[in-house]
């Protein structure tokens, strides 16, 4: 092979399987679960994403890099999802709001790209195999140690057990005041609005904290392991638990016993994803390691109690087992693509939560009306 055509990056999974590629973005290695995401649009807002902390992301989607990147879009400080794989080396930004590219992007915040992957294949290896175990190398001058790479991903303890909320959990607590350029009509806040939420962030998303803003909510983002004391501190008309990565029951030590205490409190509670599977725990069912995951945005969700359905985005590789739920809390969602359960509330309390993310970021917008639901719980409880 002529120097030229050498490989600059290398995807070793756990079973021993190589893809050889073209590096981009940061040099050096990384040890990860490897997802696969089928997303059309919204790269930068998956690769900035908490909830991505190890977890290298494979775009089924053949064009990525086409709109640059922009800070408007990120749903975090930087990057966090630890890598990402793409079917061709990615391509020159060409929009008007691109503020920079891909390449330089990932190179500034320390992730690494392999593009090149026959992305089909490696993809139905992920769904075979069930989110593997990999590494992920990026040499300029292509020399790899190839057994070595093997044997770390190998060696690699997995997300399951990982408590990774605590990682990417804000410092200290903040105001959040930004709401979205649009929101539907009919939805928003209204005069007097202005609820007290205090919002945990586990790895929240900013749209989600936009989100709440433009519902009405007037935010107090706090720490990941603040205790219920804390939370009631603030006085809240209403408490949010977000997204975030890692697995759930490993967060059982802080979250779950908060959680608990604000139940006894009858508050309005709404939470998305990782919130969603806190939630859960906290009545006592349990989560399970799902076998893929869920990553992209056109997932067909049932609302079981009005028929409807809703597409959403996705990004989860833990779910809550139905089985285990307890008596008076409801599965009020399910997944269309395999059953799964997608959303719970308490029953005759302004309790509930879902698996996939209303916020979208990217994706479809037909969950958006959970906020408003969140809002009107805690409009209804001022006017009790
Ligand atoms: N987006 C999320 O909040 C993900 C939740 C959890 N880490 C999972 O993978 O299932």
Redesign the pocket.
């Known amino acids: 092979m002529p120097n030229s055509d050498k490989p600059t990056a290398c995807l070793a999974l756990a079973d021993g399987t190589l893809f050889y590629g073209k590096g981009f973005g940061a040099s050096g290695e990384t040890v990860a679960e490897l997802c696969f995401n089928t997303a059309m649009t919204g790269y930068q807002e998956i690769m900035t ?1 908490p ?2 902390a190890g977890q290298v992301v494979t775009f089924t989607f053949p064009h990525i890099g086409n709109v640059g990147v922009t800070p408007e879009d990120d749903e975090a400080a930087e990057p966090v999802a630890a890598g990402m794989v793409v079917k061709w080396d990615p391509t020159e930004p060409s929009n008007w709001r691109a503020a920079g590219d891909l390449v330089h992007w990932l190179e500034k915040n320390g992730r690494i790209g392999i593009g090149g992957i026959d992305t089909r294949r490696l993809t139905r290896a992920i769904r075979q195999q069930g989110a593997p175990h990999v590494a992920l190398a990026h040499d300029p001058e292509g020399n790899f140690d190839i057994a070595a790479l093997v044997a770390k991903a190998r060696a690699w303890s997995g ?1 399951v057990g990982l408590d ?2 605590k990682d990417v959990t804000c410092a200290q607590s903040y105001r959040w005041d930004e709401t979205r350029w649009a929101w539907p009509d009919g939805y928003g806040k209204r005069e007097g609005d202005g609820f007290r939420v205090v919002a945990i962030d ?2 929240a ?1 900013r749209n989600i904290l936009r989100c709440l803003a433009s519902a009405g909510c007037d935010v107090t983002v706090l720490p990941a392991t603040a205790t219920a004391e804390e939370v009631l501190a603030h006085n809240p008309e209403g408490v949010f638990l ?7 029951a490993a967060t059982g030590e802080y979250a779950v016993p908060m959680i608990k205490d604000v139940l006894s409190r009858d508050l309005p509670v709404f939470g ?6 806190m939630l859960a725990l906290a009545v006592g069912a349990r ?1 399970i390691k ?1 076998n893929h ?1 869920h990553h992209g945005a056109n997932h067909p969700v049932k609302d079981v109690e009005t028929g409807k359905v809703e597409i959403t985005s ?6 809550v087992d139905a089985q285990t739920l307890p008596k008076g809390v409801k599965e009020t969602h399910v997944s269309l693509f395999d059953g799964s359960n997608c959303g719970i509330r308490l029953e005759g309390r302004p309790v509930f939560s879902v ?1 996939h ?1 209303p916020e979208a970021s990217p994706g479809p917008q037909d969950s958006f009306y959970l906020f408003e639901r969140f809002a009107q719980a805690m409009r209804d409880r001022r006017a009790a």
């Open positions: 994403d909830s991505y997300l990774l909320a586990y790895g998303k977000s997204n975030g990565p890692g697995d759930p998305i994803c990782l919130g969603h599977q989560t799902m995951g996705m990004n989860h590789g833990f779910a698996q993310h």
